[in-house]
């Protein structure tokens, strides 16, 4: 007489709990065998197989309607479809997860680059930037920008202000864009129309970070970059760029972090 199994001996056997195999029977992936004198449920060989089957399956991250669907296959070819369709759902996954690790190392170099150049100046290259939004003007009205605050590659970008010299040869915010470094492009899933996009063409530049509480109506402090270009006989291009990156909350005051770029007029 074969032998039968109790839930918890067949818990034990596999590696697994009692209550993953109760939702097994649960969801109708196996059916215990059960002693009409009684009622006990047991489970015999092919109770077993099923289970150590779908035990399998879950360890490779297949879902219980996954698993169903593979156990209602009724030919070798039919399995070997589901397969395919798991190995182009896992491949997907990969290629979301990798596009995440790269947002976020971006992000992180961001962070790193706050840290060096705050109150330091340096000549660094400003990648090609490719332009989603852009208004006229430099205050930021949100209601303007829903399109980019809600869109998938709104995690990708920047909000760029464009900085114009001033009558007093000083630069200030003149207008606004949302942008995207191309670093940023080659992992965004707009990469393939970057053709089609207005874009910025990269270019050395003098290189800082500043802080603002408040951008709008803010007169902006560049002095360090300006005695730097006069020390090092550098000439700067009359508009610039100045990068929304981050901001830190102290009790009741935010400070904005921000990358300026000058380009150098060669």
């Known amino acids: 007489m074969a032998k039968k199994y109790t839930i918890r001996e067949v818990a034990e056997l596999i590696g697994l709990s009692t209550d993953a195999i109760r939702l097994y029977e649960k969801e109708g992936l196996v059916s215990p065998l059960r002693d009409p004198k009684n009622g006990y449920r047991y489970y015999g060989q092919n109770e077993i197989q099923r289970i150590m089957g779908i035990h399998l399956y879950r360890q490779l991250d297949a879902s219980i309607a996954e698993i169903r669907n593979l156990y209602t296959a009724t030919s070798l070819p039919e399995v070997a479809d589901y397969f395919s369709s798991l190995i182009s759902q896992t491949e997907l996954a990969i290629s979301q997860l990798q596009s995440k ?4 190392c971006f992000m992180k170099q961001h962070i790193e680059n706050l840290q060096q150049g705050l109150y330091s100046c340096s000549i660094q290259e400003l990648p090609t930037l490719y332009i989603l939004y852009q208004q006229d003007f430099s205050k930021t009205l949100y209601e303007n920008m829903k399109d980019v605050l809600t869109s998938p590659v709104f995690s990708f970008g920047n909000f760029c202000y464009t900085l114009r010299t001033n009558t007093t040869g000083t630069y200030s915010p003149h207008a606004l864009e949302f942008t995207i470094r191309e670093p ?15 874009s910025i063409q990269g270019c050395r530049c003098l290189y800082t970070v500043i802080t603002a509480p408040d951008l709008n109506g803010v007169e902006w402090n560049l002095q360090p970059i300006y005695t730097y270009a006069k020390e090092h006989n550098i000439v700067c291009a009359p508009q610039g760029y100045a990068f929304y990156i981050y901001s830190l909350a102290t009790e009741n005051i935010i400070t904005d972090f921000y990358e300026i770029y000058l380009p150098i007029i060669e």
């Open 184 to 198: 940023m492009m080659e992992v965004c899933p707009w990469r393939d129309k970057a053709d089609i996009l207005p």
């Open 101 to 104: 690790l790269k947002k976020l």
